[in-house]
């Protein structure tokens, strides 16, 4: 049954003596309480439930009652309350709207991208009529043996792959014709402004009926998109191929047009994709607002504590009843360039206020914080290998927390440590992104440098080139989809196959080419930036060629994965 998300009406909620800020708040459920006891204790506190997820039991709640956490921190039906965000207002650096976004967006950042590449229309010399127009661009095809792989397996359309990002446009030619519409879902509401003006996601342009609700086939940030084409492109004499060209891609937005991925949204769209027999699905972010979330870090105050600790149990159910429910998960590492086994330093959380007068700080991370959803359980992380397949030198990494390494993108990966963008990764990219940012000319040429165009008759695409563990982690995902069109079995229950998520991580793990660290283990990174400067940073690769803090178990092998 398809009822992981449901609305319930909301009612009207005391307010405080004083108080009269409205502010969302994320409530945990204990495991075996029914929803009826939560909602009662939920509005004896003064909140007003606006949507529950029945599958994890986590609810999301209005309220203007300043006690509100206090009041039903001890109900005997709640395990964890702990401020969302406050309605109608938002710090000031989260301005993003779709006129004013021509770098790259929160959500890149999120996971460490950078738009690069070279201009053009794509090569004009010979074809293999095998390949796509724009193969020869494509090196991170031929790393894991992809290429290859299409010889013997290029995808089961049975096979769902759900896309967890800012959405999929589901018009590009190079997407299309693998695009579930009628599946697919956007889990998120746009934010426009506060009540100052400031904006949060910008106008809500593409909801006739006033929502604020984006269809579910827009992507106006650009990363979803380029996401699900790195995993599912078809083979169609038009750009580029995907990992798995005929498997079906599945849009499950979780996150908002500027970049922000909450947690009710995530949790949603896991359980869905449980519910409806999505098979693989790819995770390229993080939960706001908390990079790492600690479950008693002296340097958070009890009210973030709290908070932290509610994120882990609630990010973990929803993580489990995916696993459960035959989805395998792949996420990306993380591009802070740091080991996730070490004590850090993080200055960048929380990067949106949840507490009045709260802002990001330097803290110290004690290893046994968690960065979610990478870091939960039955989560396949994946680091990012350059060109020359050496650790991409933004990829975090770490000894027990890579499971494998996949093709991402480093510019710097060159013989004399210059840039050179096309060491990145392609992929497909919005038409109305790039026409909205001037990227390209009224003849619909590009007039920069990271992005391509290639036709098909009459029919044009673009694409660009961005590199991060953001683009590493679908290369793993849809080498994970080839694993289950070739091995897995009829789902009975639902249609489509199925394959049990341990045996498919099992396959990609010891399918993987082994990679040893570097020799010596410490390896420095130089970078000759464009400006003249130079960048040096030294990473320590620990374990064996069987397993390390730079591989995981490996570069995942699409030809290895299909049986060649």
């Known amino acids: ?64 009652n300043a006690g509100f956490a206090k009041a039903l921190a001890g109900a005997a039906a709640i395990e964890g309350v702990a401020p969302n965000r406050v309605i109608g207002s938002a710090p000031d650096d989260a301005k993003a709207s779709a006129a004013a976004r021509k770098g790259p967006s929160r959500a890149a950042r999120n996971r460490g991208v950078e738009r690069e590449g070279r201009g053009g229309k794509g090569p004009k010399w010979g074809r293999n009529v095998k390949d796509e127009p724009l193969a020869d661009l494509q090196w991170d095809m031929k790393q894991i043996h992809a290429d290859e792989a299409h010889r013997y397996e290029q995808g089961d359309k049975r096979v769902l792959v759900g896309i967890l990002d800012t959405g999929v446009d589901g018009s590009h030619p190079d997407i299309a014709p693998n695009f579930d519409r009628r599946l697919s879902r956007n889990f998120t509401v746009d934010v426009p402004a506060d009540a100052n003006g400031t904006e949060i996601d910008g106008p809500c342009e593409d909801d006739p009926d006033g929502s604020c609700t984006d269809p579910n086939d827009v992507d106006e940030d650009g990363h979803g998109t380029h996401v699900a084409s790195s995993i599912a492109s078809p083979i169609n004499k038009l750009g580029i191929s995907g990992v798995a060209p005929k498997v079906t891609i599945v849009n499950l937005r979780a996150g908002q047009d500027s970049g922000y991925f909450f947690l009710q949204p995530t949790i949603d769209a896991l359980t869905y994709a449980g519910d409806v027999g999505v098979d693989v699905v790819n995770m390229s972010y993080y939960i706001d607002p908390w990079l790492f979330n600690c479950a008693d870090n002296p340097a958070d105050t009890p009210e973030e504590q709290a908070q932290q600790r509610l994120y882990i149990a609630a990010t973990q159910r929803a993580i489990d009843y995916a696993h459960a429910h035959g989805v395998t998960l792949v996420g990306a590492a993380g591009n802070e360039a740091i080991d996730y086994t070490k004590t850090n330093v993080d200055a960048t959380s929380p990067d949106y206020a949840t507490f009045p007068g709260q802002a990001a700080r330097t803290r110290t991370i004690p290893a046994s914080c968690v960065s979610l959803p990478a870091e939960a359980e039955h989560v396949i992380s994946v680091s990012s290998t350059g060109i020359s397949k050496r650790k991409a030198y933004y990829s975090s990494y770490g000894n027990g927390y890579i499971d494998v390494a996949s093709p991402g993108g480093d510019v710097y990966d060159t013989p004399g440590n210059t840039r050179d963008v096309s060491k990145a990764t392609l992929s497909a990219y919005p038409k109305a992104l790039a026409v909205a940012n001037g990227e390209i000319d009224a003849n619909g040429d590009p007039t920069v440098d990271y992005v391509v165009k290639d036709c098909k008759g009459s029919t044009c695409a673009y694409y660009q080139y961005l590199q991060g563990t953001s683009m590493a982690s679908p290369r793993a995902a849809g080498v994970a989809a080839l694993i289950v069109s070739r091995y897995g079995q009829h789902d009975r229950f639902r249609g489509g196959l199925t394959l049990n998520p341990d045996k498919v991580e099992a396959i990609l793990k010891g399918t993987a080419t082994k990679t040893a660290c570097p020799n010596p283990p410490a390896y420095t990174y130089t970078r000759n930036l464009p400006s003249g400067s130079t960048v040096t940073a030294t990473h320590v690769c620990e374990g064996t060629a069987a397993g390390n803090g730079f591989y995981g178990k490996g570069i995942v092998d699409a030809l290895h994965a299909v049986g060649h």
Not at 40 to 56: D, H, L, P, Q
């Open 1 to 64: 049954m398809v009822a992981a998300t449901l609305a319930v009406p909301a009612q009207a909620a005391p307010a405080a003596a004083g108080s009269a800020t409205q502010t969302e708040y994320v409530v945990l459920y204990k495991e075996g309480t029914s929803a009826a006891d939560a909602q009662k204790a939920i509005e004896a506190a003064g909140g007003s439930v606006v949507k529950v997820n029945a599958e994890v039991g986590v609810a999301t709640v209005s309220s203007t």
